[in-house]
């Protein structure tokens, strides 16, 4: 093992693997702590799968890293739906572009990651924390070494669970992401899988707590009938074709994302180190727009882009105001999109009926709001983020 290391990852998910070969690539020795049992090989039963956007494939091509095309459907159309006939379509070519974002197969993407990552000399995977200068949390959002750290997470539940599954559709997808929102507080997204196509979708049904224990009680057979019924028959009868998962939904923000190392020297000297946060351990949003992961895979472009600049080659990789300049970029741009996920996840899920008009009314207006509809479907396509 190699007695010094530039950097140290703590996470072999999708964020850390991507970010070690991304500092690996500009000539940086990195240790990558993966403490996880290594994944089948096969990926049955994982039923994950992530929209990312035009700024997460940039960086995982550039680190060629992007799946094959049957496991990355490009989504040319995008259809949301409101309780009291409130509608807003998305469309790429619209946007004089393939595709407003692309559904990844997550098991996939992670044999693409671990390859890379097995093939890169400037990364060595080990399985506990190493000494290096820089030490990146890519732990996600129940990270210990953040808890160890000391740093304070706001976390803001939503009182919602996500059950995620996969369909058979009888009608092809169309290489179209759809959303329905029920006056029952609950939010249904279809996202396509397979191709252009395809005929199975990704799901995630975002529940009301009072309503988690009932969907968890149906068989596969009922299970389809309630999501053919929330999704209006849409795709013709389904037929559930994986297992589920489900989590708590929360939105939460650590309040530091950098610092010194716990007991090294803090003063701006050679000995100095440092610790830095990215991806979940620094933050998570509402899955109801897709940009969870999105916003990970810009943390560590952003990231990487600093600790590799012009200006980071006479600083030190510990250097504190280098990794706050970091925090401060990051923080500004999750601002706002934490707090429109917020507010559009309290809008969507409240039974008032005066709300249930507003919404409405609202996705009827934003649907002709021309240059502002535009700005934000660029926004969440990562263009200019």
């Known amino acids: 093992m190699a007695s010094e ?33 290594a994944p089948s090989n096969s990926g049955h039963g994982d039923v994950r799968a992530y929209a990312l956007n035009q700024l997460s494939r ?23 739906y409101g309780d009291q006939g409130g509608e807003v379509h998305f469309d ?16 996939a993407l992670e044999a693409q990651l671990a390859a890379a990552v097995r093939y890169q000399p400037m990364v060595e ?3 506990s924390p190493v000494d290096a200068r820089l030490t990146v949390v890519c732990e996600g959002k129940h990270s210990r070494t953040r808890e160890e ?3 304070e997470f706001t976390t803001i539940p ?11 559709c009888e009608r092809p997808h169309g290489q179209a992401a759809r959303q329905w929102f029920s006056a029952a507080g609950d939010i249904l997204a279809f996202l396509p899988l397979g191709g252009p196509e395809g005929h199975e979708v990704a799901v995630v049904w975002s529940l009301p707590v009072s309503q988690v224990d ?25 037929t559930v074709c994986a297992e589920r998962a489900a989590w708590p939904l929360q939105q939460s923000v650590a309040r530091q994302w950098c610092g010194p190392l716990p007991g090294s020297n803090t003063q701006q000297t050679a000995q100095a180190k440092s610790w830095v946060l990215a991806g979940d351990s620094a933050h998570t949003v509402h899955p109801l727009a897709g940009q969870g992961l999105n916003l990970g895979m810009a943390d560590i472009a952003a990231l990487a882009r600093l600790l590799t600049s012009e200006d980071a080659r006479w600083r030190r990789l510990s250097d504190l105001r280098l990794l706050r300049r970091y925090e401060r970029e990051r923080k500004a741009r999750l601002a706002p999109i934490g707090l429109a996920m917020d507010s559009i996840q309290q809008l969507f899920t409240r039974p008032e009926m005066p709300l249930q008009n507003l919404r409405n009314w609202g996705m009827r207006g934003f649907e002709s709001s021309g240059p502002l509809k535009t700005w934000v479907t660029r926004q969440a396509m990562g263009v200019n983020f």
């Open 92 to 107: 790429a070519a619209q946007q004089h572009t393939e595709a407003l974002n692309w559904i990844v197969d997550v098991p």
């Open 5 to 37: 290391f530039d950097v140290c990852i703590r996470g072999a998910g999708i964020v850390g693997r991507s970010l070690a070969l991304l500092l690996a690539r500009e000539r940086m020795r990195v240790a990558l702590v993966d403490t996880a049992p």
């Open 214 to 238: 009932g969907v968890k009680a149906l068989d596969d057979a009922g299970l389809a009938m309630a999501l053919g019924s929330a999704s209006q028959g849409m795709l013709g009868q389904l």
């Open 58 to 80: 940039e960086v995982l091509q550039s680190v060629r890293s992007w799946p094959e095309a049957q496991y990355a459907t490009p989504v040319t159309r995008m259809d949301v």
């Open 158 to 168: 939503y009182h919602q669970t996500a059950v995620a599954t996969r369909l058979r």
């Open 149 to 151: 750290f000391g740093v």
């Open 125 to 127: 995977t080990v399985t």
